[in-house]
């Protein structure tokens, strides 16, 4: 068999290449201009190539990028304090490079914690919490990871949003139940209050940690800094990535400090985790972040999104957090065709299920933006009407 590209076929063939973003807008290789209402899966919530994190990057570059985690560096736990204070502190952080890892870390803090026995993690059925192996078998979408079994054990899937479903599975061979508080990959499924508050109680009755996946839905694209923060309760562990480092690859494991005592020198390690580029693009995101007050702005953007996704009579149903927002399609129009012709017209969005789209514009976006983005929708759904 011949290869057709020096890349391994795991996605689909690319429609475009991208060459260069600025704000919420891509350029092709072809000099095309789009406008970008994905950011790279809900990861560039500061827009492309924003001058704070690009000046704090070329700083670090120029000062110190590596140096192992055998020695201290600076702008790391300068980073793991304001997320410690964001998430209500009292916790400790552990850097990773991905969202995976840092629920690989926080998989394996709840078993170091529990000790034998004490190791099973259960999550939602329709979740997703990555692609390596253990966190792949925490994933509850069983055609993910058919293929590659066997898989670590130690892991239960339940119905979710369904609090009776969790306590049944809930023995005394559980460490920590794991979900995320909107079902990003699922489909945009956002938890019930009295879901994450019932998983609150039952965890504080069992002595269970409750951990909450936040790589999609952390760091104020939700409306809230965190997304749990909807529903006033505190978990034990959180786990963020994928904005917080705006497209630079940097993720966290954060623990309460009685849960994150549980490991000690040698538990767990990492070679780039926290490393100072990394941390030095976090610190500058954070520092936008806060300065821009973006859970707020997200709260407001996404109202206006979401409003303007339903008056579309294409849409069904609207459905999501803040700026993670899916628009159901009415009966019969294919997600994925409608996100194609959406792409030819110039606007990047997913198909997140086969009849759903997925819409996470940066947190900066604008009343003209969405706006725009409405047009190009419109045109896209009369562009596919108008092939079947
Ligand atoms: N957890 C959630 C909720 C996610 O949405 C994702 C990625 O989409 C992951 C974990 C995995 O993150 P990564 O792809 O950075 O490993």
């Not at 690009?54 to 560096?73: D, K, Y």
Request: proline content about 6%.
């Amino acid at each position: 068999m011949t290869a057709t590209s020096p890349l391994m076929p795991t996605y689909p063939p690319p429609a475009v290449t991208f060459v260069k973003g600025k704000g919420a807008r891509l350029w092709d290789d072809e000099g095309n201009e789009y406008l970008d209402f994905l950011s790279g899966l809900a990861v560039t919530g500061l827009g492309h190539s924003h001058p704070a994190v690009a000046q704090a990057l070329a700083i670090q570059a120029q000062t110190l990028v590596h140096t192992s985690n055998l020695f201290g560096t600076l702008p790391g736990p300068e980073v793991a304090g304001t997320l410690d204070r964001l998430l209500g502190g009292g916790g400790q952080v552990f850097f990773t490079n991905s969202g995976a890892e840092a629920n690989e870390c926080a998989i394996k803090l709840a078993r170091k914690w529990g000790g034998r026995g004490k190791h099973v993690v259960v999550s939602a059925l329709g979740s997703f919490h990555g692609r390596t192996l253990a966190t792949l078998h925490a994933t509850g979408q069983p055609q993910k990871w058919e293929a590659f079994q066997p898989l670590p054990e130690g892991f239960r899937h339940v119905a979710w949003n369904d609090l009776d479903a969790l306590e049944g599975a809930l023995d005394p061979s559980v460490a920590a139940v794991l979900v995320e508080p909107v079902q990003g990959e699922g489909g945009v499924n956002p938890a019930t209050s009295e879901y994450f508050q019932g998983i609150r109680r039952l965890c504080d009755e069992r002595g269970i940690l409750f951990m909450v996946d936040e790589v999609q839905t952390g760091l104020g694209r939700t409306g809230e800094w965190f997304g749990h923060q909807h529903f006033g309760v505190v978990p034990d562990v959180v786990t963020t990535a994928k904005a917080l480092g705006n497209g630079v690859p940097i993720g966290a494991c954060w623990a309460k400090a009685e849960v994150a005592w549980a490991f000690q020198p040698g538990d767990h390690a990492t070679t780039y985790g926290g490393q100072p580029l990394a941390a030095a693009a976090a610190r500058a995101v954070l520092a936008v972040m806060e300065a821009e007050d973006v859970p707020t702005r997200a709260a407001k953007a996404g109202a206006t999104l979401t409003a303007a996704l339903a008056a579309d009579p294409h849409v069904a149903e609207v459905r999501g957090l803040g700026l993670l927002v899916a628009a159901q399609l009415v009966d019969g129009l294919d997600a994925g065709l409608v996100a194609k012709a959406a792409l030819e017209q110039g606007l990047v969005v997913n198909a997140v299920t086969p009849t759903a789209l997925r819409l996470a514009p940066n947190l900066l976006v604008t009343d003209e933006e969405i706006a725009e983005a409405c047009e190009k929708l419109a045109a896209a759904y009369a562009a596919v009407e108008a092939s079947a």
